[in-house]
């Protein structure tokens, strides 16, 4: 195999859950089916569910790069989504998608400071507001592109995934 799997650090004591993926439908990937890398626990069940769901058409991980400036550094950065999927809506109309699967915590939440301010409070908000501003400017930039190229953007969270029968 080509790549590698990223060496992830879990910040919060949790282990991440990490591999390769084999797909029971490989005709359905788009890329190198055998070559299918997973970096967590989430991004596994996502994957299960494109390979296995009679609505996806298509679908790949990691499929493209998307510039972004980030604005801790206000430079440009690779932005890598995490995944492309064709769906069938209905009998006449499929759909693209761009999918980034991320916690909501890292979105959808602006990080608050609160309570006794410690040093290690202090750091961990630092650490989330960063990752928090981060993603809000991928994700502008990813759904800039998307309507470029006449898909749609969208994030998976873990609510999504929590309703995913598999």
């Not at 590698?4 to 949790?14: A, F, L």
């Not at 998307?66 to 932005?79: A, E, G, M, T």
């Not at 499929?94 to 999918?99: H, V």
């Given at each position: 195999m080509t790549n590698?799997?990223?060496?992830?650090?879990?910040?919060?004591?949790?282990v991440f859950k990490q591999g390769y993926y084999s797909p029971k439908y490989f005709k359905k990937y788009?890329?190198?089916?055998?070559?299918i890398i997973y970096r967590s626990s989430w991004e596994h069940r996502f994957m299960v569910y494109?390979?296995?769901?009679?609505?996806?058409?298509?679908w790949s991980s990691e499929p493209i790069s998307?510039?972004?400036?980030?604005?801790?550094?206000?430079?440009?950065?690779?932005?890598f989504i995490d995944f492309y999927m064709k769906i069938k809506v209905d009998d006449q109309n499929?759909?693209?998608?761009?999918?980034e699967v991320k916690p909501k915590k890292q979105y959808m939440v602006k990080p608050v400071l609160e309570g006794k301010k410690t040093p290690k409070k202090i750091e961990r908000y630092k650490n989330e507001m960063q990752t928090w501003l981060i993603n809000n400017a991928k994700f502008a930039a990813a759904?800039?592109?998307?309507?470029?190229?006449n898909m749609e953007f969208k994030i998976i969270n873990e609510s999504h995934l929590n309703g995913i029968k598999l």
């Open positions: 590698n799997i990223k060496n992830v650090r879990p910040t919060n004591k949790s788009r890329g190198d089916y055998t070559n494109c390979d296995l769901s009679g609505h996806v058409l298509e998307i510039d972004y400036i980030s604005p801790l550094d206000n430079r440009k950065h690779k932005y499929i759909k693209e998608y761009l999918i759904i800039e592109y998307a309507q470029t190229v």
